[in-house]
T-cell receptor
Framework: DGGITQSPKYLFRKEGQNVTLSCEQN?????MYWYRQDPGQGLRLIYY???????QKGDIAEGYSVSREKKESFPLTVTSAQKNPTAFYLC????????????FGSGTRLTVV | QQQVKQSPQSLIVQKGGISIINCAYE??????FPWYQQFPGKGPALLIA?????SEKKEGRFTISFNKSAKQFSLHIMDSQPGDSATYFC???????????FGTGTQLKVEL
């Protein structure tokens, strides 16, 4: 079965620590995305990548970093510079130029204490 | 900033009733308008989508109505069921553009 796998489902970290969220897809999609979801604010784009070794900032990139070394993988690092990191993080992928195939993972809930 | 405005923020409907969620956009270059359904603790899943060359698309109990001149589109859920209780997001993107711009979501509760 093709799909997007996000891990872990729940993640707890102490304030000031960097943490990396995993996103892997086997859909052969070129483009991948990271969104942050907070109650009442919808889905806000953090970073996106349309091809390997290339990525662009979204609307709320400050305090986050990404890499795209493989087509299948797009990990997100939440750094200590992110002021309010507790949120639900969603990874998505799509074929290049075709949003009908836009597919989401099941998310990672990050809690920083 | 490309925006999609969604309303209402929350909605309570009786079983068997019609649920209506509205979205408005500003960018006339948008040409793809999907709706996503999200259950608690899960990622959003594509429900139904429309392109601006048609004014309505129906799939089962779900219908999108599209008004190009008003730059508005809406989701209608007929015969709403408790299993429809979820958060619904509208979205939009430009031709050839991969990014989807999402509305802020509507939390729907269907009561017995």
């Amino acid at each position: 079965d093709g799909g997007i796998t996000q891990s872990p489902k729940y993640l707890f970290r102490k304030e000031g620590q960097n943490v990396t969220l995993s996103c892997e897809q086997n859909l052969n999609h070129d483009a991948m995305y990271w969104y942050r979801q907070d109650p009442g604010q919808g889905l806000r784009l953090i970073y996106y990548s349309q091809i390997v070794n290339d990525f662009q900032k979204g609307d709320i990139a400050e305090g986050y970093s990404v890499s795209r070394e493989k087509k299948e993988s797009f990990p997100l690092t939440v750094t200590s510079a992110q002021k309010n990191p507790t949120a639900f993080y969603l990874c998505a992928s799509s074929p290049r130029g075709n949003n009908y195939g836009y597919t989401f993972g099941s998310g990672t809930r990050l809690t920083v204490v | 900033q490309q925006q999609v405005k969604q309303s209402p923020q929350s909605l309570i409907v009786q079983k068997g009733g019609i649920s209506i969620i509205n979205c408005a956009y500003e960018n006339t270059a948008f040409d793809y308008f999907p709706w996503y359904q999200q259950f608690p603790g899960k990622g959003p899943a594509l429900l139904i989508a429309i392109r601006p060359d048609v004014s309505e698309k129906k799939e089962g109990r779900f219908t999108i109505s599209f008004n190009k001149s008003a730059k508005q589109f809406s989701l209608h859920i007929m015969d709403s069921q408790p299993g429809d209780s979820a958060t619904y997001f509208c979205a939009a993107s430009m031709r050839g553009g991969n990014k989807l711009t999402f509305g802020t979501g509507t939390q729907l509760k269907v009561e017995l």
